[in-house]
């Protein structure tokens, strides 16, 4: 463990899978924040693996159709909805609520105050996959 709190980032990095996975990086840099760190491209315009930050946090995402993930993965649009979604811990959430929005990110839950602490929205993004963001932080939340 004392490396995990040494470490600034993250140690699990969300991994995705999205039909149209250069759309779906420039929707999550433009609507949610995220910026760039590495992107493989694929053959016939698809993304072999791609890696955005936000923050100390990072996630990792490709196209649907690599085949290495395939026969595993499905999204949201396969589904007919999620089986999982993401907390993010964002400063400036009223903000960072107007930028979703202005970008067009369909949101779920309006931003709110919690009973528990912070405020909090929830969106999809451009392929349907469930975001939550928020300024609570539950590592600095009192047991």
């Known amino acids: 463990m004392a490396m995990a709190q040494e470490s600034r980032r993250a140690m699990i990095v969300p991994s995705l899978r999205y039909r149209d996975a250069p759309a779906a990086i420039e929707f999550l840099c433009e609507a949610f924040g995220f910026a760039r760190h590495l992107v493989v491209p694929g053959p016939e315009g698809t993304i072999r693996h791609a890696q955005l930050t936000l923050g100390d ?19 949201p649009e396969d589904l007919g909805g999620n089986t999982q979604s993401a907390y993010v811990i964002v400063a400036g959430i009223d903000a960072h609520y107007r930028r979703a929005v202005a970008a067009g990110a369909e949101i779920v839950m309006e931003i709110e105050d919690m009973d528990y602490g912070g405020r909090l929205y929830t969106a999809l993004d451009s392929e349907g996959h469930l975001w939550s963001f928020g300024s609570y932080d539950p590592w600095a939340a009192s047991g």
């Open 57 to 75: 946090g990072m996630i990792m995402l490709g196209s649907a159709q690599n085949r290495d993930f395939g026969p595993h993965v499905r999204t």
